[in-house]
Nanobody, 126 residues
Framework: QVQLVESGGGSVQSGGSLRLSCVAS????????IAWVRQAPGQEREWVSC????????RYADSVKGRFTTSRDNAKNAVYLQMDSLKPEDTAVYYC???????????????????WGQGTQVTVSS
C-alpha cells in the first residue's frame, strides 16, 4: 500500500518560514518524481515544485521561485519543502504527490502524479 504522509504545516506571519516534510512508503522511492502541489479554498490545485528522480534536479513554479526550496533524501524516502519569505497568498493545503517518468514539459500537471498524501495546512497571516 502506497502512503505519502506530509507534516510541518502551521500558521505563521507574513515573512516567516516553514519546512514541510513528506515521507513515502510502499514505493521504490528513488524511481519517483515527487511534487508539492497546493490548493487554496475555492481555487484549483497549483503545482509548486518537483524534486526529480533524475540528476537534473528540481523545478519551481514562478510564484515561489527564490523563496521555496525542495530537496529529497532517498535514504529516508523523504522530500522537504523549505518555505521562506511566506506571503498570505501562500495560504493553502499543501500536498506531496509521486509519479514516475514525468517529462519536463508536464512536470507542472498535477494529473501526472499517481499517488497523493492527505495534505497539510499552511496559513500565512498579514
Amino acid at each position: 500500500q502506497v502512503q505519502l504522509v506530509e507534516s510541518g504545516g502551521g500558521s505563521v506571519q507574513s515573512g516567516g518560514s516553514l519546512r514541510l516534510s513528506c515521507v513515502a512508503s510502499g514505493i521504490i522511492f528513488d524511481y519517483y518524481d515527487i511534487a508539492w502541489v497546493r490548493q487554496a479554498p475555492g481555487q484549483e490545485r497549483e503545482w509548486v515544485s518537483c524534486a526529480s528522480s533524475k540528476p537534473d534536479g528540481t523545478r519551481y513554479a514562478d510564484s515561489v521561485k527564490g523563496r521555496f526550496t525542495t530537496s529529497r533524501d532517498n535514504a529516508k524516502n523523504a522530500v522537504y519543502l523549505q518555505m521562506d519569505s511566506l506571503k498570505p497568498e501562500d495560504t493553502a493545503v499543501y500536498y506531496c504527490a509521486a509519479g514516475q517518468g514525468i517529462i519536463l514539459s508536464t512536470v507542472a500537471d498535477p494529473g501526472r502524479y499517481a499517488y497523493w498524501g492527505q495534505g497539510t495546512q499552511v496559513t500565512v497571516s498579514s
